[in-house]
């Protein structure tokens, strides 16, 4: 075999090689909004989601799976279309726009007339069990300041646990209902708030 005749072989065995490779699958955490109506009334301060905090084990592309003998698997096929951590917080961040009837205004010029109600957000957990379940573990926190009266903080947390269907497709949806649920306790929370300038943490387990 000549050398041309050997560099066509290994051509055709490198394109034949792509040509079997499994495909790459890209999923996001943000649902789709017609998937998700909710009934938004304006609310009486401007809103900011600030940076989420992601467990270093799944804050990766790859999505990272948990097995049933307590390891991970990291799917290198099945990838998230940005790292998690971004795109938890721009599924959140689009879910509470509904709800608040505002935008996120982080890092933009704030009304001086309106308080500022902020958002800050540790996940804890982000479990993903293919066929069984979604969980998210979130701690989170609301500061309200503004219009000169002193900055207010409180600070709750939420386990939401969403069964998943077989297949990647289902386990994603089941953790945009995770997240849903979460803009659902946050809102309700947060109006009771800052209406009432005191309300309690909502049950920590969904």
């Known amino acids: 075999m000549n050398l041309r005749t050997h560099f066509l072989a290994l051509a055709g065995a490198f394109s034949l090689a792509a040509c079997s490779s499994t495909p790459t699958h890209y999923y996001t955490l ?3 909004a017609s998937s998700t109506p909710v009934t938004s009334v304006q609310a ?3 809103f900011e ?5 992601m467990p270093v084990q799944v804050d990766q592309p790859p999505v990272v799976v948990r097995q049933g003998n307590g390891s991970l698997a990291i799917l290198e096929n099945e990838r998230w279309g940005a790292p998690l951590g971004d795109e938890f917080h721009d ?6 726009e509904r709800r608040f009837g505002t935008r996120d205004l982080a890092g933009l010029p704030k009304q001086p007339d309106q308080p500022v109600l902020s958002l800050r957000t540790d996940v804890r957990r982000f479990e993903s069990v293919p066929g069984q379940y979604a969980l998210i573990d979130v701690v989170w926190n ?6 000169g009266a002193k900055r207010q903080n409180i ?4 386990v939401i646990r969403q069964q998943a269907g077989s297949g990647m497709d289902n ?4 953790h945009q209902q995770a997240v849903s649920t979460l803009a659902d306790t946050i809102a ?3 109006s009771a708030w800052v209406r009432q300038n005191s309300a309690p943490c909502p049950s920590a387990a969904r």
Request: aromatic share 2%; hydrophobic share 50%; net charge positive.
């Open 142 to 147: 609301l500061s309200l300041a503004g219009n």
């Open 30 to 32: 943000i649902a789709p």
């Open 155 to 158: 600070t709750c947390s939420s």
């Open 171 to 174: 386990l994603v949806q089941a």
């Open 49 to 53: 989601m600030l940076t989420v905090l």
């Open 44 to 46: 009486p301060f401007q």
């Open 91 to 96: 599924a959140l961040t689009g879910q509470l």
């Open 188 to 190: 309700k929370t947060a």
